[in-house]
């Protein structure tokens, strides 16, 4: 399921929880290693979560990679809503650079009014990073001859 966006998070928080599954993969080739920090997480729905996933570049290069992303159930994404995320823009790592990359989210409480969505105990998160043709100013290209930097 395609997740929402959102500025900020619910004004409602309600008792009941939900249990977000995170898991992560890269494409086939992709040298990068790529995980979750913390598998699953119990939220209140509403309440605002925060998640981070961590990325490893073992290479002697950098490179850029950018996330896709679904939700499982298929049903949850429409209540699954992004403050922030790391998928909303290319990352570049550096050669033997870790990072750890957050995302923001809510379940939104409406998901208990939907008679299909409101059974919905568990949603998991999942990311598939794929390599992007490098920026231009992250290409780590040699100076040119003449150049302040020789």
């Not at 650079?97 to 939104?108: A, G």
Request: proline residues 7%; negative net charge; charged residues 25%.
């Amino acid at each position: 399921g395609t997740t929402q966006v959102a500025e900020r998070g619910s004004d409602v928080i309600l008792d009941r929880t939900v249990q977000i599954r995170f898991d992560a993969g890269v494409e086939r080739g992709f040298p990068w290693e790529f995980h979750p920090v913390e598998r699953t997480m119990d939220l209140r729905i509403g309440d605002t979560g925060i998640a981070f996933y961590e990325a490893y570049n073992p290479t002697d290069r950098p490179i850029a990679g950018t996330a896709s992303y679904n939700v499982a159930p298929d049903l949850a994404g429409y209540y699954f809503t992004k403050i922030q995320c790391f998928c909303f823009t290319e990352q570049v790592l550096q050669p033997g650079e870790r990072v750890e990359m957050p995302v923001i989210f809510y379940v939104d409480p409406e998901i208990v009014s939907d008679r299909d969505a409101g059974q919905i105990r568990d949603i998991t998160l999942s990311y598939t990073f794929y390599e992007t043709e490098l920026p231009q100013a992250q290409a780590a290209l040699p100076p040119a001859k003449g150049s302040d930097y020789n």
